[in-house]
């Protein structure tokens, strides 16, 4: 985790250097339709990846453990990809929903949800991991539930054309933990299950945050822009990783 530090921190400094980006004069009212509201049918896949998951900590050992440790590192950089995918394509003109500020209230609303959720099952359900680790906080897989929340950004942003492909790495990390013994294949498909709840949940919420902290309506109708500033953070006790973030919306 400690390699991956100078990596986030260089994508985080960069999204604080291109946030200058156009916002519609009314963003609230464009994009606070269907896609914010809440709608049972779309806890079905997370909620059936999530008790799959479950249900697999009985029998884990007689489904999950594939391949050989061959800790080839890869997962831990590219469960990255499809959150970076998610606030830089938009910057990179390809067309999207939200603006980049946006984005980042969303991606960061997700992940706030997605490591209170995994990390609060890892010290709760404390499943071990699979051959001679010891830890008991396999459950659920952290990196899958990651890659799948960037995933699931992609998507509801860009669609399923750039989304299939932010899934296709997505996937391949959850493959990635099972082979290199890190996870159990159940621990993998709660964290995706995780994941996409996680976007969902940012959502449902985004309107009420825009309502919060959009304290003066009528400012960017006279800038046109939105600023913002993204500072790294490391917390060396549990080798974890995050942001900062001051907005003027």
Not at 1 to 18: E, Y
Not at 230 to 247: D, I, K, Q, R, W
Request: glycine share 10%.
């Amino acid at each position: 985790m400690r390699r991956l530090f100078p990596i986030f921190s260089c994508l985080l400094v960069a999204c604080s250097i291109m946030a200058q980006e156009a916002v519609p004069q009314d963003s609230l009212a464009g994009v606070c339709g269907t896609e914010h509201k809440f709608k049972a049918t779309q806890l079905i896949v997370p909620g059936s990846l999530v008790t799959l998951g479950a249900v697999g900590i009985a029998f884990h050992e007689k489904l999950g453990e594939w391949g050989s440790p061959t800790h080839t590192g890869a997962d831990n950089y590219i469960q990255y990809v499809p959150v970076a995918a998610n606030l830089f394509l938009g910057s990179a003109g390809v067309r999207h929903k939200h603006s980049f500020v946006d984005r980042v209230i969303i991606s960061a609303t997700a992940y706030a949800i997605e490591a209170a959720l995994v990390n609060g099952l890892k010290y709760t359900v404390r499943e071990a991991r699979p051959g001679a680790d010891g830890r008991k906080n396999s459950f659920p897989s952290g990196h899958s539930a990651t890659a799948f929340t960037g995933a699931e950004l992609v998507r509801k942003e860009y669609g399923w054309g750039y989304g299939s492909a932010a899934y296709a790495i997505a996937i391949a990390t959850g493959v990635l933990r099972v082979t290199n013994h890190k996870h159990w294949c159940n621990d993998v498909l709660a964290g995706a299950g995780i994941g996409i709840l996680s976007v969902n949940a940012a959502y449902w919420l985004y309107p009420l945050e825009k309502k919060l902290f959009r304290t003066d309506r009528n400012r960017n109708k006279s800038q046109g822009a939105a600023a913002l500033m993204v500072m790294p953070t490391y917390e060396p006790f549990h080798n974890t990783v995050g942001f900062s973030l001051n907005a003027t919306l």
